[in-house]
Protein backbone atom coordinates (compact mmCIF):
# COMPACT_ATOMS: atom_id res chain seq x y z
CA UNK A 1 0.00 0.00 0.00
CA UNK A 2 1.57 11.00 1.99
CA UNK A 3 2.26 13.51 4.25
CA UNK A 4 5.19 14.78 5.55
CA UNK A 5 4.92 12.66 8.94
CA UNK A 6 4.24 9.92 7.06
CA UNK A 7 8.24 10.37 4.88
CA UNK A 8 9.55 10.53 8.74
CA UNK A 9 7.34 7.32 8.97
CA UNK A 10 9.31 5.90 6.35
CA UNK A 11 12.79 6.94 7.10
CA UNK A 12 11.91 5.54 10.53
CA UNK A 13 10.89 2.21 9.00
CA UNK A 14 13.92 1.76 7.39
CA UNK A 15 16.74 3.12 10.12
CA UNK A 16 14.99 0.99 12.05
CA UNK A 17 15.38 -2.12 10.23
CA UNK A 18 18.87 -1.59 9.26
CA UNK A 19 19.29 -1.45 13.15
CA UNK A 20 18.08 -4.81 13.35
CA UNK A 21 19.82 -6.19 10.38
CA UNK A 22 23.22 -4.72 11.98
CA UNK A 23 22.56 -6.91 15.31
CA UNK A 24 24.06 -9.61 15.84
CA UNK A 25 21.30 -11.95 16.72
CA UNK A 26 19.57 -11.25 13.52
CA UNK A 27 19.85 -12.31 10.01
CA UNK A 28 18.50 -9.81 7.73
CA UNK A 29 18.74 -9.74 3.39
CA UNK A 30 17.88 -6.25 2.42
CA UNK A 31 16.65 -5.88 -1.52
CA UNK A 32 15.95 -2.58 -3.48
CA UNK A 33 14.66 -2.41 -6.83
CA UNK A 34 14.71 0.93 -8.99
CA UNK A 35 12.08 0.92 -12.11
CA UNK A 36 11.12 3.05 -14.63
CA UNK A 37 8.04 3.28 -15.91
CA UNK A 38 6.17 4.95 -18.43
CA UNK A 39 2.94 5.60 -16.72
CA UNK A 40 1.89 4.93 -12.84
CA UNK A 41 -1.13 2.88 -12.86
CA UNK A 42 -2.42 0.98 -9.73
CA UNK A 43 -5.24 -1.24 -10.09
CA UNK A 44 -6.91 0.00 -12.93
CA UNK A 45 -6.91 3.69 -11.67
CA UNK A 46 -3.68 6.17 -13.27
CA UNK A 47 -1.91 7.87 -10.86
CA UNK A 48 0.34 9.72 -12.96
CA UNK A 49 -0.06 9.56 -16.56
CA UNK A 50 3.56 10.58 -17.39
CA UNK A 51 6.97 8.44 -16.92
CA UNK A 52 7.92 8.16 -13.22
CA UNK A 53 10.39 6.55 -11.69
CA UNK A 54 10.28 4.29 -8.53
CA UNK A 55 11.90 3.02 -5.38
CA UNK A 56 11.63 -0.19 -3.81
CA UNK A 57 13.47 -1.46 -0.43
CA UNK A 58 12.63 -4.73 1.30
CA UNK A 59 13.96 -5.82 3.81
CA UNK A 60 13.76 -9.85 4.80
CA UNK A 61 14.29 -11.20 8.42
CA UNK A 62 14.36 -14.28 10.89
CA UNK A 63 11.29 -16.23 10.64
CA UNK A 64 9.67 -15.11 7.56
CA UNK A 65 9.12 -11.60 8.53
CA UNK A 66 9.73 -8.77 6.35
CA UNK A 67 9.36 -4.75 5.88
CA UNK A 68 10.00 -2.15 3.38
CA UNK A 69 8.79 0.93 1.76
CA UNK A 70 7.95 2.02 -1.88
CA UNK A 71 8.15 5.43 -3.34
CA UNK A 72 7.15 7.20 -6.46
CA UNK A 73 5.48 10.68 -8.11
CA UNK A 74 1.87 10.67 -8.29
CA UNK A 75 -0.76 13.00 -9.65
CA UNK A 76 -4.22 13.38 -7.61
CA UNK A 77 -6.43 16.44 -7.57
CA UNK A 78 -5.20 17.52 -9.96
CA UNK A 79 -1.23 18.25 -9.00
CA UNK A 80 1.82 16.59 -8.77
CA UNK A 81 2.79 14.94 -5.74
CA UNK A 82 4.36 12.64 -4.00
CA UNK A 83 3.60 9.02 -2.69
CA UNK A 84 5.52 6.98 0.10
CA UNK A 85 4.26 3.43 1.29
CA UNK A 86 5.51 1.59 4.19
CA UNK A 87 4.69 -1.90 4.86
CA UNK A 88 5.09 -5.32 6.76
CA UNK A 89 3.96 -8.73 7.33
CA UNK A 90 4.86 -12.25 7.61
CA UNK A 91 5.31 -15.29 4.85
CA UNK A 92 5.79 -18.52 5.88
CA UNK A 93 5.79 -22.01 3.93
CA UNK A 94 3.24 -24.37 4.18
CA UNK A 95 4.53 -27.04 1.71
CA UNK A 96 7.21 -27.08 -1.23
CA UNK A 97 5.09 -25.03 -2.74
CA UNK A 98 2.47 -23.67 -0.84
CA UNK A 99 3.32 -20.23 1.21
CA UNK A 100 0.99 -18.28 3.09
CA UNK A 101 1.65 -14.21 3.70
CA UNK A 102 -0.32 -11.39 5.70
CA UNK A 103 0.73 -7.91 6.88
CA UNK A 104 -0.22 -4.51 7.02
CA UNK A 105 0.33 -1.49 4.50
CA UNK A 106 -0.05 2.26 4.88
CA UNK A 107 -0.50 4.41 1.95
CA UNK A 108 0.79 8.48 2.24
CA UNK A 109 0.41 11.43 -0.35
CA UNK A 110 2.35 13.92 0.58
CA UNK A 111 0.14 16.77 -0.33
CA UNK A 112 -3.29 14.60 -0.51
CA UNK A 113 -3.37 13.75 2.93
CA UNK A 114 -7.12 13.28 2.58
CA UNK A 115 -6.60 10.05 -0.24
CA UNK A 116 -3.94 8.78 2.48
CA UNK A 117 -5.01 4.79 3.60
CA UNK A 118 -4.08 1.90 5.23
CA UNK A 119 -5.01 -1.87 4.53
CA UNK A 120 -4.80 -5.38 5.67
CA UNK A 121 -3.72 -7.96 3.48
CA UNK A 122 -3.41 -11.70 3.45
CA UNK A 123 -3.55 -14.50 0.72
CA UNK A 124 -1.64 -17.53 -0.60
CA UNK A 125 1.03 -18.30 -2.85
CA UNK A 126 1.11 -21.61 -5.32
CA UNK A 127 4.08 -22.02 -7.49
CA UNK A 128 4.00 -18.81 -9.92
CA UNK A 129 0.53 -18.00 -9.28
CA UNK A 130 -0.72 -15.56 -6.22
CA UNK A 131 -4.30 -15.11 -4.53
CA UNK A 132 -4.40 -11.91 -2.51
CA UNK A 133 -7.50 -9.84 -0.39
CA UNK A 134 -6.57 -6.30 0.92
CA UNK A 135 -8.90 -5.08 3.24
CA UNK A 136 -8.99 -1.01 3.66
CA UNK A 137 -11.40 0.96 6.42
CA UNK A 138 -11.03 4.38 4.36
CA UNK A 139 -9.84 3.20 0.88
CA UNK A 140 -8.36 6.21 -0.54
CA UNK A 141 -9.88 8.22 2.51
CA UNK A 142 -13.22 7.37 1.60
CA UNK A 143 -15.03 4.07 2.63
CA UNK A 144 -14.29 0.58 3.44
CA UNK A 145 -13.83 -1.46 0.63
CA UNK A 146 -12.02 -5.13 -0.63
CA UNK A 147 -9.34 -5.88 -3.69
CA UNK A 148 -9.04 -9.39 -4.54
CA UNK A 149 -5.68 -9.34 -6.72
CA UNK A 150 -4.98 -12.68 -9.35
CA UNK A 151 -1.68 -12.95 -10.93
CA UNK A 152 0.39 -16.01 -12.12
CA UNK A 153 3.67 -15.90 -14.67
CA UNK A 154 4.17 -18.51 -17.27
CA UNK A 155 7.91 -19.22 -19.51
CA UNK A 156 7.09 -18.79 -22.35
CA UNK A 157 11.10 -19.91 -23.00
CA UNK A 158 14.36 -19.47 -21.05
CA UNK A 159 14.33 -15.71 -21.64
CA UNK A 160 10.32 -14.79 -21.49
CA UNK A 161 7.50 -14.47 -18.76
CA UNK A 162 4.08 -14.19 -19.83
CA UNK A 163 2.56 -12.40 -16.52
CA UNK A 164 -1.28 -12.40 -15.72
CA UNK A 165 -3.63 -10.17 -13.61
CA UNK A 166 -6.62 -9.85 -12.47
CA UNK A 167 -8.03 -7.57 -9.68
CA UNK A 168 -11.48 -6.77 -8.39
CA UNK A 169 -12.56 -4.11 -6.09
CA UNK A 170 -15.88 -4.16 -3.65
CA UNK A 171 -17.29 -1.29 -1.33
CA UNK A 172 -19.40 -1.67 1.42
CA UNK A 173 -22.09 -0.18 3.14
CA UNK A 174 -23.06 3.68 2.22
CA UNK A 175 -19.30 3.59 0.64
CA UNK A 176 -21.17 1.30 -2.35
CA UNK A 177 -23.68 3.55 -3.08
CA UNK A 178 -20.82 6.05 -4.29
CA UNK A 179 -18.63 3.79 -5.45
CA UNK A 180 -19.31 0.42 -7.71
CA UNK A 181 -17.49 -2.68 -7.87
CA UNK A 182 -14.70 -2.33 -9.87
CA UNK A 183 -11.86 -4.86 -11.81
CA UNK A 184 -8.49 -4.58 -13.83
CA UNK A 185 -6.41 -6.88 -16.20
CA UNK A 186 -3.20 -6.95 -16.99
CA UNK A 187 -1.14 -9.03 -19.58
CA UNK A 188 2.73 -8.19 -20.06
CA UNK A 189 5.65 -9.92 -21.27
CA UNK A 190 8.71 -9.82 -19.82
CA UNK A 191 12.40 -10.32 -20.06
CA UNK A 192 16.14 -9.50 -18.27
CA UNK A 193 18.65 -8.22 -20.84
CA UNK A 194 21.95 -6.98 -18.83
CA UNK A 195 20.54 -7.49 -15.32
CA UNK A 196 17.69 -5.05 -16.78
CA UNK A 197 14.20 -6.08 -16.11
CA UNK A 198 11.99 -4.97 -19.50
CA UNK A 199 8.03 -5.18 -19.48
CA UNK A 200 5.60 -4.62 -21.59
CA UNK A 201 1.85 -5.14 -21.74
CA UNK A 202 -1.67 -4.40 -22.02
CA UNK A 203 -4.47 -3.56 -19.52
CA UNK A 204 -7.90 -2.99 -19.40
CA UNK A 205 -10.20 -1.93 -16.67
CA UNK A 206 -14.07 -2.61 -16.05
CA UNK A 207 -15.86 0.51 -14.30
CA UNK A 208 -12.51 1.72 -13.14
CA UNK A 209 -12.62 3.81 -9.51
CA UNK A 210 -12.46 6.97 -9.91
CA UNK A 211 -11.14 9.20 -7.47
CA UNK A 212 -12.95 12.76 -7.93
CA UNK A 213 -11.43 14.81 -10.01
CA UNK A 214 -8.17 12.93 -9.27
CA UNK A 215 -7.71 9.94 -11.70
CA UNK A 216 -7.30 9.95 -15.31
CA UNK A 217 -8.09 7.10 -17.44
CA UNK A 218 -5.24 4.60 -17.57
CA UNK A 219 -3.20 3.88 -20.54
CA UNK A 220 -3.54 0.42 -22.61
CA UNK A 221 -0.48 -0.27 -23.25
CA UNK A 222 2.30 -0.03 -20.84
CA UNK A 223 6.25 -0.26 -20.53
CA UNK A 224 8.87 -0.24 -17.54
CA UNK A 225 12.54 -1.28 -17.19
CA UNK A 226 14.10 -1.92 -13.51
CA UNK A 227 17.08 -2.77 -11.77
CA UNK A 228 17.34 -5.00 -8.61
CA UNK A 229 20.35 -3.70 -6.30
Known amino acids: MYLDPRQDHFRFTL ?3 LLLCSAGTARCQTSANLTLVSAYTARGVALDPHPALQLR ?3 DLDAGWYAGGFASPARLDGRSQDQLVAYGGRAQRLTST ?4 AGFSHSTFLRG ?4 YSEFY ?3 TFGRSSARLFYSPA ?3 EGRAVYLDLSTAYPLGERVILALHAGLLHPFGAYRDEARDAGDVRI ?3 TTVNAVRL ?3 WQGKWHPYRLGTASASPPALTASAGIDF
Open 15 to 17: AGL
Open 57 to 59: VEH
Open 122 to 124: AGL
Open 139 to 141: YYG
Open 188 to 190: SLA
Open 98 to 101: LTWD
Open 199 to 201: QAG
Open 113 to 116: ADFS
